[in-house]
């Protein structure tokens, strides 16, 4: 008897086991057909591999930074007080293999959006540079320029590659004459495959209509989707 109490006296003193909420999202998205590594579950959410080996072993946490990810590219939002996953803005849908697909693969694929989240991105990005103080001008300019060049690679957009490379440029130092001071500017050599050219020969700067169709504006709306 004195066994047996000292082992049910040893069980009530161990901690419960801790949730993981990464564990269980893993969990979630595995199916039979789709045995879910550590890997890939770090390539879908955009995350660190080696982060996610940390968090499901409980050596950290998630940060808000993840959470916000996770919560963007996988449709999966954590309730920390009820300890589950629930659909994004719908406490009350729980999170499913189902739901994980519909991330995974099935965004809605025809033209409006692809012209509407472009125009999106590129108005936020007018508005960065309408705004942004001077002495902080160059930081933003390299921090984006770099940003989308390591977001190319990063995700093998191969079929872009002409077009940051003919964007490359050169850094000139300019004396003023009547200042007497330097300037600095970077050297774009522009071809008409980057900026088209107004009927007076000038650069017709922020004018991108004519890139609709390469977003795929043209084609027909897919069978299901809205405007089918």
Request: aromatic share 10%.
């Amino acid at each position: 008897m004195v066994g047996q109490e000292k082992a049910i006296e040893e069980m009530q003193k161990r901690k419960p086991p801790k949730i993981n909420p990464l564990r269980i999202l893993r969990g979630l998205l595995r199916s039979e057909d789709y045995p879910l590594t550590q890997a890939e579950l770090a390539k879908e959410c955009d995350i660190p591999v080696d982060t996610v080996r940390n968090v499901e072993n409980d050596r950290r946490k998630l940060s808000q930074a993840q959470l916000h990810k996770i919560k963007h590219l996988k449709g999966a939002e954590w309730d920390s007080e009820r300890e589950v996953w629930h659909l994004y803005g719908n406490p009350d849908i729980p999170y499913t293999a189902e739901l994980a697909e519909a991330f995974r693969s099935k965004w809605m694929d025809y033209y409006y959006n692809d012209a509407t989240e472009a125009h999106v991105l590129c108005r936020q990005l007018i508005e960065l540079f309408a705004h942004v103080e001077p002495e902080s001008y160059n930081t933003l300019f390299y921090r984006l320029y770099d940003a989308l060049g390591e977001t190319r690679e990063a995700l093998h957009i191969n079929g872009a590659r002409a077009v940051f490379e003919k964007t490359k440029f050169q850094i000139e130092l300019l004396h003023g004459a009547a200042t007497k001071k330097y300037y600095v500017q970077r050297n774009f050599e522009l071809d008409e495959s980057i900026v088209k050219r107004k009927s007076n020969g000038r650069e017709d700067w922020l004018n991108l209509s004519w890139l609709i169709p390469t977003l795929r504006f043209g084609r027909q709306p897919k069978k299901g989707t809205p405007d089918a």
